[in-house]
């Protein structure tokens, strides 16, 4: 007697428990698209990576990308524009544009990205914490709430008055946990923002601060309060083991201890050994001019310190070729571009309160730019090269001072050969807004 097999099952039948099994042998990409098959899955899903035992698999950052077809520029002409996301998976070479929930994240700007999270500021300098796999979001208080001491420029920038990128006016937040939301991280939940005023391009003034604001306690925290930093110009900030690190354009370090009931600053640590070195390569450099940008990463249980060198200016014909001569061809159009040349490592000795420059990342990759600054074993990273920093544009203002560059600045660079290289091909010497690492995360 031939045994009936049952061929119209539902695939809600599977049950909790096969379910789980299989979510557990899926990778990130496969996650998303199981949670879109029919609402049990989803379900599932979601009970699956929000639960304590859930250990998120280790995923190359992705770069997510500006909308296609310079979607932006069509809607300051009164287009339409386009809300998709396009996300640049590394490993896979390949660009994805259906994993996320994406319609609300043109409606502001991206001016961070923190363990999988994006931050956007809108019009009328509200913030918005946004996950683009999970759809879940947290709404910030206003800037404008709060004793901010740059409050005038807050007003300004609101009134659309002063700024025509939000991103002109905060430069970079960063999340205080990462685990944000998490029940256990209640109380650690918050983020840090530098903003300020900027002065006239790179070469003018340019003042800005540190502020934050924690989740937990509504009549205390909710709102934006300046930390007293001693610097004038901040370039990064970064947070771990419940503190905060930010180092300024001149390659001093501050760091607040959040782990009590108020932060307290531990450390302020003005050693510019490595901004010295930086200038010694300018001096020397061929190039036309350099300037430089900080960035803090914890790497292995230590502080980084990676100094950016960026060359002003490379002139570029139509067809991308280096073109030496500012003069040259008359008859041939010229596009004024600048480009990241070289980077310096340098780890924190505690005891001696002083920079060690570093010749090796070792089995490290960094990743920087608008992002959380973060450090990944290479065989976490599959598609990307070990000793090597990956680096998107951190020059956001250029894009709106200059009509035919910005947001175009990216690459990697290796310590071993001291050569930046291209891991995205595009012609596009102006993309607005710049792309940023993204460290996918479905909770």
Known sequence: MGIKRKLDAAWSDLGTDISECILRRLGFVDILRFKRACSWWFSVAESYTSSSWYRPCFQTPWLLLPPPDHQEEKADKGGERSSSLCFFNLDEKKAYRDVCLCGEVYEGRCVGSSHGWLVLLDKTANLIVFNPFSGARIQLVSLKEGGLKLLDDVDAFAGGKKYKDCRAFVSKVVLMSDHIGKKKNKDKDGVVLIYGVEGEGRHGTKMNRLAF?????????????????????????????????????????????????????????????????????????????????????????????????????????????????????????????????????????LHQKEWVEMESLGDQIVFLGGNQSISLRAEDCPGCLNNSIYFTDSSWEEADENHSSGGHDMGYYNLGDRNVKPFYHSRCYKMKPAPIWVLPNPW
């Open 213 to 349: 604001c924690m989740f937990k306690d509504k009549d205390k925290y909710g709102r934006f309060i300046d930390l007293n930093g001693s610097q004038e110009r901040y370039d990064d900030v970064i947070c771990y083991d419940d503190v905060i690190c930010a180092i300024s354009s001149y390659g001093f370090v501050e760091v607040w201890d959040f782990s009590g009931s108020s932060p307290t600053k531990v450390m302020d640590m003005r050693s510019s050994l490595h901004h010295m070195k930086a200038i010694e390569f300018a001096k020397s450099s061929r190039q036309v001019c350099s300037w430089f940008h900080f960035y803090l990463v914890e790497s292995c249980g230590e502080l980084l310190s990676v100094v950016r060198v960026i060359s002003d200016f490379v002139y570029v014909d139509v067809d991308g070729k280096s073109v030496r001569d500012r003069d040259g061809d008359n008859n041939k159009p010229k596009i004024r571009i600048y480009q990241t040349s070289m980077f310096y490592v340098f780890r924190l000795d």
